[in-house]
């Protein structure tokens, strides 16, 4: 966090932890504590779990991460109860908005403290006029199914479709699998008023699922490791910053690949094969590419094809096709009759593809053929001039907000000269193991750590929309 977001979440955190101070101050004197005990943290939860009637130990749970939002929620609803607070309404103003409600109660003169156990006696003394109608029912029931479905997604686990052939054949679409949000710490909610289970769209009649009104600062719970060289990662989509959505992190469209490059790290691509940090990457063992196939002029066998998953078949002659697969499918090809060679469709070293990333003449790079390129880290510092400014423009500009002027040669950031930054973000390099069909960091670049989402777990369903049939030997399958 940058210290003007952290001024500005200063600012404005501030008055309202105050007021909550405040209410919470006059609620502790109405139920005979003295009110200074608000003002010590950990000590004044306490306090609240002991006005509520709530066992003390309670506490240790609240010092789980993800546990204690559960368990946060449940402890500030007691507390309002043990008021006669019992309302729907109310308990989601405790949730919602605790800076105004909290003092408003405080200073009612018809809000009593009814005692730790003012859930039970109450509903033991007017059992009758709290008799729910079924309509009431069904609606805390899916209340609580929405509040703890989104808690579960936002901080735990989610499920996830690859709807595109990007990852082929380590993922296929039609996958079903489940993305760990505690791998790399879930991430809090930057754009906190949304549609639930909406992402970004609203279903049906289309439009925005969300308000981006409210930004809340860049925060991620801890997690259980980093990110390591090899892991399948989902992540929000860089390139919805720009036209023409326009897009807050959080609600830019969900992508998967395969980590190659992780903060720090060198990375350069030759001849198709991945070096990091001058050691070669491994390949991943299903990953596919192009290939050049020449048969002997027979009409293609279309069940082989599909046995040996061949995909994007191209013919250019009666002899000469290209087409994607895995080097296991290239090598049972090559065996069969009337296969005069298999070969990958690499494009040559040297050769400039505008396409790809930093799409600058002065980098005669493509998709086979890149780098060295090193991987911003936090904390490190560039040397600014013509050759690394197109590679980290952007990351300086879109992703750490800064605004980056160039007049005759000469860099300014934020209004003041510069031949130099340090970053503020992690960054890392993701790419598709289908190599020449997937659009990733060779395209656009590097993928800030506030754009991660989670870890691929697992394929818990698999659907073949061609045979509509459900893939058994995918099913409950763990993600390599």
Partial sequence: MDIATYTAFCLTAGPL?????????????????P??????????????????????????????????IIIGVGVAVDFIKSYGKFKISQNAAIILLPFICLPKWGFDKNTRYLGPSATISFHEKHRKDLQKSTTREWAEAVIFAVVAATLIRSLFIEAYTIPTPSMESSLLVGDFLFVSKINYGARLPITPVAFPFAHHTMPIIGGKAYWNGIKLPYFRLPGLGDIKKGDVVVFNF???????????????????????GTPGDTLSLLNAKVYVNDEAAITPSHGEMEYMVRNDGSSFNRQLARDLHLSDIQQFTNQDFMMNMTAQSAALLKQQAGIKS?????????????????HNPKFRWNVDNLGPIIIPKK????????????????AIEVYEQNKLQVNDNHISINGKPADSYTFKLNYYWMMGDNRHNSED??????????????????????????????????VMRMIK
């Avoid at 010590?40 to 010092?63: A, D, H, M, T």
């Avoid at 395209?443 to 929309?465: Q, T, Y």
């Fill in 441 to 474: 960091s060779r395209f656009w670049g590097f993928v800030p750590e506030d754009h991660i989402v989670g870890k691929a777990l697992f394929v818990w369903m698999s659907w073949d929309a061609e045979t509509h049939k459900i893939r058994w030997s995918r």
């Fill in 17 to 33: 932890t105050i007021l909550m101070v405040i209410g919470l101050w006059k609620l502790f004197e109405k139920a005979g504590r």
């Fill in 379 to 394: 904390g490190w510092t560039v040397k600014l001039d013509s050759l690394t400014l197109p590679i980290y423009r952007r």
């Fill in 342 to 358: 298999v070969r990958p469709n690499i494009r040559f070293n040297g050769v400039y593809d505008p396409e790809v990333f930093p």
């Fill in 35 to 68: 009110g200074w005990e608000s003002l010590i943290p950990v000590y004044n939860v306490y306090i609240i779990l002991k006005i509520s009637g709530r066992p003390w130990w309670l506490l240790l749970l609240l010092l789980i991460p993800g546990i204690n």
């Fill in 238 to 260: 860089p390139m919805d910053a720009d036209s023409p959505f326009y897009r807050p992190v959080d609600k830019r469209e969900n992508y998967i690949k395969r980590c190659q």
